[in-house]
């Protein structure tokens, strides 16, 4: 009988099962790394998508207005928010940001309107706090407070002063 033959192919055997496995084994690892870095890319890429919103939105926001004096600050809902005044067809129009219920708020409406309602403004963006203010003749001074708690402060520079 001829048995180192067949431990041959035994062994063969059992060497290419442990060769795939191995394989298979590797391919495994290295497609759960790849994800967990991928995982950990989106997150950051959110995070700072959410960091930046506010103050991207707020600094073009003011220099799409910034002309004759179209920017100030007025007390409304009990809070300071931003006033962007502008004209159309001899008709005074404000935008106004503010925060309602957690979010920043834009709402759109014609300057000889009297009551206006928190509620009626575009949700923009959610937030715990976002408070503005002059802090010169020409500066806004913005703080916001994010959703996951980052605080945010920056300065915007204008280009028109406001009489208001």
């Known amino acids: 009988m ?25 391919a495994l ?11 950990k890319n ?13 103050c991207a ?6 220099r799409q207005s910034d002309v004759n004096g179209g920017i100030f600050i007025k007390k409304i809902f009990d809070q300071n928010a931003l006033v962007l005044q502008n004209e159309e067809d001899g008709i005074l129009y404000n935008t106004y940001i503010y925060d309602y219920e957690g979010n920043l708020m834009e709402l759109f409406a014609m300057d000889e309107l009297k009551d206006l309602y928190p509620q009626t403004g575009q949700k923009i963006l959610e937030l715990t706090k976002f408070d503005i203010e002059y802090v010169g ?7 916001v407070i994010l959703k996951d708690g980052t605080e945010e402060s920056f300065l915007v520079k204008t280009k028109s002063v406001s009489e208001e």
Request: with cysteine; aromatic share 14%; charged share 20%.
């Open 42 to 54: 989106v997150t950051a890429v959110d995070d700072n998508y959410h960091k930046r919103t506010a």
């Open 137 to 143: 003749d020409d500066t806004l001074s913005v703080y």
């Open 57 to 62: 939105y707020i600094t073009e926001k003011v």
């Open 2 to 26: 001829d048995f180192e033959g067949t431990r041959s192919h035994i062994i063969d055997m059992v060497f290419v099962i442990c060769l795939m496995f191995l394989f298979i084994f590797s």
């Open 29 to 39: 690892s290295v497609i759960t790394i790849g994800a967990n870095i991928y995982q």
